[in-house]
């Protein structure tokens, strides 16, 4: 996994592998020196690559007791001659062992000695150290062994720039392994602002940010095989055009953005948008302090930030330490106001608590939380068990039941340790993607496999575990009886038209009504309806419901021709006039539906052919009603997309010519 990542995320990393333990010896030390056996050399540095995997994986068991100090000093060999004293820092060594069996005793010194040697070198050559401990189950026969090695291997921790992680599993295996290396960067270097007198320099980094899936891109192959300079690269061009001229492209100068507002779209350009964001001035600014129980854990959002002291400023460590321990005899915490960059465009409110630390080199530091705004919160109130009638609380026996089942599933009893920890559990949807991509790269037709075993283990519930305790689980069962809480249908428009009303099927209250919840739930279920077409009973309501319509543009230009077409349906069927004032409801909805929605021109287009059309007609009467009621087209201060002036738009022929005329 280690060298598969590679492949992934530094593929120009160089990689050697050695092995210790084995049978044959194969190092250039033994050569050169003697000594060093049973140390084979399986793969001299250099850039990672397949075969590295495939070697890897077609590892041979050892047969013979391995001498881990003797392995370090053939890899730093193999370090210093490939690189010298260059490249401080990025040289690595990765011991990965169960470091079972005693090491050899030295020509000269002590063991400690030894270490103490291998670890000031490891300093002056800048190479690091990371140990992986695996045991599974401890031997009794090796114990002497185990503790001696563990205490080897602390002194690299405490001597050299080593690190010693101890596993007990193969899902713990994957986890310890770091893979990737994300360089720490800091979010905020300043003063965290106490008062306007007193302020400590700090250091801000992230101490935990999601790994996100990696991005899959496009790949092209339309390139030719024998083109060895072909990159494969797909390229995405956008073009707008216009919805009225569709071969029409429409120029970046002439876009600009458009936000919801209700039923309209209110247009912001780039300079508006820049001009009215909120521009906060960069700093950490202590707000006060309250009680950690008053801070709920459900209130952390996003990711965790780690305040140090400002390195090598004793005065800073100072004032930190001493503030992370006041607030934590105190059980205080702190509440911060935190604007990281110049230029940001929000401000985060988050708490501060204390971390003390329990080793000498390390000072004190403090770990921040975001807090959420009002409008982040969601609230969900749901009624105390302690309210519930007794029939509905749990009895003696059904608390003990659950009880032994929460004990069965502890993942961090006292008597052994704890299963799943975060720093070693990795993502099993990354990792299971990672091995999918190794082993695609080298059958492209291979099938998707089954989930590995270890990451089974963090997915799902370990079944030998559940097999053994199958009794708790049973009991529980047994003690909660479980029944099926059927679906209830919701009645459909259709449904509704079809029943008759006061029939058999349905509950008829006093005078033959529906009852009110019923009725209640009747309306709820057809206004949910979505609307396609102006009708009969409420035509008003049905237009603004289809202007209303976000699930495509084609609504808005449907519900203007549907109720022009609908206001010509009443006119042309009027008789003495009876449907005129539900025409002029719906001329007046459609009015304002045209302002809202930017779309002037197809009113007064409406307004001009009706007039023209009825001004001679036995409907001119209507148009002096539309005098009379102030009915005018859409001026330009209505609707910007408006080519009219208010006195145009008054003095445009809405009122009948005389016939002298």
């Known amino acids: 996994m280690l060298v598969q990542k590679k492949l992934i995320f530094s593929k120009s990393d160089e990689v050697g592998i050695v092995l210790f333990g084995t049978e044959d010896t194969n190092n250039e030390l033994e050569k050169e020196v003697g000594g060093y056996e049973h140390v084979a050399v399986l793969r001299d540095i250099r850039v990672v690559d397949?075969?590295?995997?495939?070697?890897?994986?077609?590892?041979?068991?050892?047969?013979?007791?391995?001498?881990?100090?003797?392995?370090?000093?053939?890899?730093?060999?193999?370090?210093?001659?490939?690189?010298?004293?260059?490249?401080?820092?990025?040289?690595?060594?990765?011991?990965?062992?169960?470091?079972?069996?005693?090491t050899k005793e030295p020509y000269e010194g002590t063991k400690e000695d030894q270490v103490d040697t291998i670890s000031q070198q490891m300093k002056i050559l800048g190479i690091r150290l990371n140990c992986l401990i695996i045991r599974e189950k401890l031997s009794t026969e090796h114990l002497g062994a185990f503790d001696e090695n563990d205490k080897l291997l602390d002194q690299f921790s405490r001597k050299a720039m080593a690190k010693t992680v101890h596993v007990d599993c193969a899902t713990s295996l994957l986890g310890a392994i770091k893979t990737r290396n994300v360089v720490p960067v800091t979010v905020f270097r300043g003063d965290l602002e106490l008062s306007s007198m007193m302020k400590i320099k700090v250091w801000v980094y992230k101490k935990t940010s999601e790994e996100k899936f990696p991005t899959l891109k496009k790949y092209s192959d339309k390139a030719p095989a024998s083109d060895k300079f072909a990159t494969h690269e797909v390229k995405v061009d956008f073009e707008?055009?216009?919805?009225?001229?569709?071969?029409?492209?429409?120029?970046?100068?002439?876009?600009?953005?458009?936000?919801?507002?209700?039923?309209?779209?209110?247009?912001?350009?780039?300079?508006?948008w820049e001009a009215v964001?909120?521009?906060?001035?960069?700093?950490?600014?202590?707000?006060?302090?309250?009680?950690?129980?008053?801070?709920?854990?459900?209130?952390?959002?996003?990711d965790v930030y780690i305040f140090i002291p400002e390195p090598g400023n004793t005065k800073a460590i100072i004032a930190v330490s001493a503030l992370a321990k006041a607030m934590k005899e105190m059980n205080k915490y702190a509440v911060l106001r935190c604007v990281w960059r110049q230029g940001q465009g929000n401000v985060s409110v988050g708490v501060l608590t204390p971390n003390l630390s329990s080793t000498d080199n390390i000072p004190d530091s403090f770990y921040f939380n975001i807090l959420p705004f009002a409008e982040d919160v969601r609230e969900f109130q749901f009624p105390s068990f302690s309210s519930f009638p007794s029939a509905w609380q749990?009895?003696?026996?059904?608390?003990?039941?659950?009880?032994?089942?929460?004990?069965?599933?502890?993942?961090?009893?006292?008597?052994?340790?704890?299963?799943?920890?975060?720093?070693?559990?990795?993502?099993?949807?990354?990792?299971?993607?990672?091995?999918?991509?190794?082993?695609?790269?080298?059958?492209?037709?291979?099938?998707?496999?089954?989930?590995?075993?270890?990451?089974?283990?963090?997915?799902?519930?370990?079944?030998?575990?559940?097999?053994?305790?199958?009794?708790?689980?049973?009991?529980?069962?047994?003690?909660?009886?479980?029944?099926?809480?059927?679906k209830k249908k919701k009645l459909s428009r259709r449904a509704w038209r079809e029943k008759p009303s006061g029939s058999n099927d349905e509950k008829v209250g006093v005078d033959g009504e529906v009852p009110k919840v019923q009725s209640s739930s009747l309306k709820k279920s057809l206004s949910s309806l979505e609307v396609e077409k102006i009708g009969d009973l409420n035509p008003v309501q049905d237009f603004e419901a289809m202007m209303a319509r976000r699930d495509s543009s084609k609504w808005i230009t449907e519900a203007i021709k549907d109720m022009q077409h609908y206001i010509y349906h009443l006119l042309e069927n009027s008789y003495e006039g009876n449907s005129y004032p539900k025409a002029i409801e719906c001329l007046m909805a459609l009015r304002k539906g045209c302002i809202l929605e930017q779309e002037p021109k197809e009113f007064n287009r409406f307004m001009l052919d009706m007039c023209e059309k009825f001004r001679r007609s036995d409907l001119a009467d209507f148009l002096e009603l539309?005098?009379?009621?102030?009915?005018?087209?859409?001026?330009?201060?209505?609707?910007?997309?408006?080519?009219?002036?208010?006195?145009?738009a008054k003095n445009l022929p809405i009122k009948v010519e005389d016939s002298s005329e």
Do not use: C
Not at 242 to 260: A, L, N, T
Not at 288 to 299: E, Q, V
């Open 240 to 272: 707008y055009k216009s919805s009225q001229d569709p071969d029409k492209v429409v120029p970046p100068e002439q876009r600009i953005k458009g936000y919801r507002y209700g039923p309209q779209v209110v247009p912001i350009s780039s300079a508006e």
């Open 626 to 648: 539309l005098y009379s009621k102030k009915i005018t087209l859409i001026s330009k201060s209505e609707a910007a997309d408006s080519d009219l002036t208010e006195e145009e």
């Open 394 to 486: 749990p009895d003696q026996q059904q608390q003990e039941a659950a009880d032994d089942l929460v004990r069965m599933l502890d993942l961090a009893p006292s008597d052994r340790k704890e299963v799943l920890q975060p720093d070693y559990t990795p993502n099993p949807v990354l990792e299971r993607f990672y091995q999918f991509l190794h082993l695609k790269s080298k059958a492209p037709e291979i099938d998707v496999p089954q989930l590995d075993r270890s990451l089974k283990r963090i997915a799902e519930p370990d079944p030998d575990f559940l097999s053994r305790h199958n009794s708790i689980v049973n009991n529980f069962q047994e003690r909660f009886e479980l029944k099926e809480n059927p």
């Open 50 to 102: 397949d075969d590295a995997v495939v070697v890897l994986k077609n590892l041979p068991r050892g047969t013979f007791p391995g001498d881990f100090l003797d392995a370090i000093v053939v890899g730093m060999d193999m370090l210093i001659k490939k690189f010298g004293v260059s490249d401080k820092g990025k040289k690595r060594l990765y011991l990965i062992t169960d470091a079972q069996f005693p």
């Open 277 to 302: 964001k909120f521009k906060p001035e960069k700093g950490v600014k202590l707000l006060g302090f309250t009680d950690a129980s008053n801070i709920l854990r459900h209130y952390y959002m996003k």
